[in-house]
């Protein structure tokens, strides 16, 4: 599988023969549909904001031949197992050095998506490792990302001046326009799934990344713990005194931090209600203003599957990228069986008739979604159909 980087990537930073270790293993890791990252991100706009005058793009010296278009790619239904995957983050930190790489991660790359960087037509996913001592720079770019914690211990993330400390099961979210850094003063390495509309914002010819410039800080927040607790960790209660928008960014969610044990607590908590047929016993992140998805392009969500549960069939429009958190179980899409386990990562293409099933009969199973849902619904083009245990199809 070519992995096609195209002009999104920077040159290596990475010394050449690091770098060159680095492609090895890429050589080897191309079979569990990883790529393991060797390049910074290449902005293929200077932020906006900066008040430059970029000049017109040079048109093909041949304008009169009929050119085929870029192909359209079909996401196909996959997993990716971390008792596979896992190892390839240790190797990425022993041998590169953050400061080459800016990111030591890899990015899960769809087997239908023709060796692009991608998991979906509009979603980029990678996993990344923070060593202790670890820290990034603080930047801010328009995709919108977040982060779901897998390690036990997680790191933290700044967010806009939150300090967000981080443990597994935490999802943080970095919304397009916010000021954001990673880092690690734990003991231990930290992982997390990184998500981003990245695809998206690349067709649509709006990615710019801006790195911290040390001399203009002075007038930032300074760091404060559990901002998004205080202001709306209590659900229906909203402070009338705050200021709801951080970042630069239009409509996403100010709240940044929803915690593991207070999403597992919730999901326990309603687990002994009927649920969906189709979803399990599920919650739905908001945006604590407006009750909307926290970002606008990207929908996130958590669902319980009690011993033996096993869902009815369903599809959607939107595509859905599922990790689960806990338990043992399988997904049946388009007739393919995917066997998960905990940190299991694996995608569901829109269109695709697809149930879960928990295959404990003592133990409960936790997945997180994350969808592209929201942009969906706000171009009109959001549909889901359910299937009875009858056979029938309705409208959901």
């Known amino acids: 599988m070519a992995v096609n980087t195209g002009v999104t990537l920077a040159d290596s930073a990475l010394p050449p023969d690091l770098f060159e270790e680095m492609e090895k293993l890429n050589e080897e890791a191309t079979r569990l549909h990883i790529w393991l990252r060797t390049r910074a991100n290449q902005p293929q706009k200077k932020p906006w904001h900066f008040g430059q005058v970029d000049t017109l ?161 002075k007038n930032r927040p300074k760091p404060s713990n559990n901002w998004s607790v205080r202001h709306y960790g209590a659900g229906g209660i909203l402070p009338s005194q705050t200021d709801h928008q951080r970042g630069i960014g239009v409509r996403n969610s100010p709240m940044f931090h929803y915690k593991g044990e207070d999403i597992k607590s919730t999901l326990l908590g309603i687990s002994n209600e009927e649920g969906s047929p189709y979803d399990g016993a599920s919650i739905e992140f908001t945006n604590p203003v407006n009750g909307e998805a926290p970002m606008t392009t990207l929908g996130y969500g958590a669902h319980l599957l009690r011993p033996g549960e096993k869902t009815l ?60 849902r929201p942009l969906l619904e706000k171009i009109g083009h959001y549909r889901r159909q359910g299937r009875k245990s009858s056979g029938s199809v309705v409208d959901l």
Not at 89 to 104: D, W
Not at 327 to 349: C, S
């Open 57 to 217: 793009p040079t048109p093909p010296e041949d304008t009169e031949s009929i050119r085929f278009p870029p192909p359209v790619y079909k996401p196909l239904p996959h997993i990716w197992k971390w008792r596979e995957v896992e190892p390839y983050l240790h190797k990425i930190a022993a041998i590169a050095p953050l400061e080459f790489t800016e990111r030591q991660q890899f990015l899960l790359v769809n087997p239908g998506c023709g060796g692009a960087l991608q998991v979906t037509n509009t979603i980029r996913a990678a996993v990344s490792i923070y060593k202790p001592g670890d820290q990034a720079i603080t930047h801010r770019h328009t995709p919108n990302a977040s982060r779901t914690i897998l390690s036990e211990a997680g790191g933290y993330t700044t967010v806009e001046g939150e300090f967000c400390k981080a443990s597994r099961g935490d999802l943080i979210l970095t919304p397009n326009g916010t000021w954001h850094g990673h880092g690690n003063d734990d003991d231990s390495p930290v992982i997390w799934l990184d998500v981003l509309d990245w695809p998206l914002m690349e067709r649509l010819d709006c990615i710019w990344l801006e790195e911290e410039d040390l001399s203009k800080t």
């Open 313 to 372: 069939p369903s599809r959607s429009t939107n595509s859905t990228l599922f990790c689960c958190l806990s338990g043992t179980g399988h997904t049946e899409v388009a007739g393919q069986i995917l066997n998960w386990e905990e940190n299991d990562i694996f995608v569901i293409p829109n269109h695709q008739w697809h149930h879960h099933g928990n295959d404990s009969v003592s133990e409960n199973a936790i997945l997180y979604s994350i969808n592209d």
